[in-house]
Nanobody, 128 residues
């Protein structure tokens, strides 16, 4: 089982961009489907995006489609979440999660129960 670590969070202004990183030290990370979620106080964890183990399939929540982009670099054992045109309502703790499966479906991976490995999260604050 891999251990994932998120980074790249911080304080930005509305309209800014930010890139989040989900990294693992294990080479087997390339066999994992990976998702990004976020949580704000008082709310359930929200699905944002997911990517298949080979990068061939990607899924997005309607709330971020067109603004957020998920990608991965197998050589660097890293999955990215590029966030553009950030809004104050994007303020949250962002988590990446991973699941080792050769199959991928959006219907499954929009659910947090699909993942068996979670990072500790990285805080993103969007404020002027």
């Amino acid at each position: 089982q891999v251990h994932v670590v998120e980074s790249g969070g911080g304080l930005v202004q509305p309209g800014d961009s930010l890139r989040l990183y989900c990294a693992a030290s294990e080479r087997t990370f390339n066999q994992y489907n990976v998702g990004w979620f976020r949580r704000t106080p008082g709310k359930e964890r929200e699905f944002l995006a997911a990517i298949s183990w080979n990068g061939g399939s990607k899924s997005y929540a309607d709330s971020v489609k067109g603004r957020f982009t998920i990608s991965r670099n197998g050589a660097k054992n890293t999955v990215y979440l590029q966030m553009n045109s950030l809004k104050s309502e994007d303020t949250a703790v962002y988590y990446c999660a991973a699941d080792q499966q050769s199959a991928y479906s959006r219907r499954w991976y929009i659910n947090e129960d699909a993942y068996d490995t979670w990072g500790q999260g990285t805080q993103v604050t969007v404020s002027s």
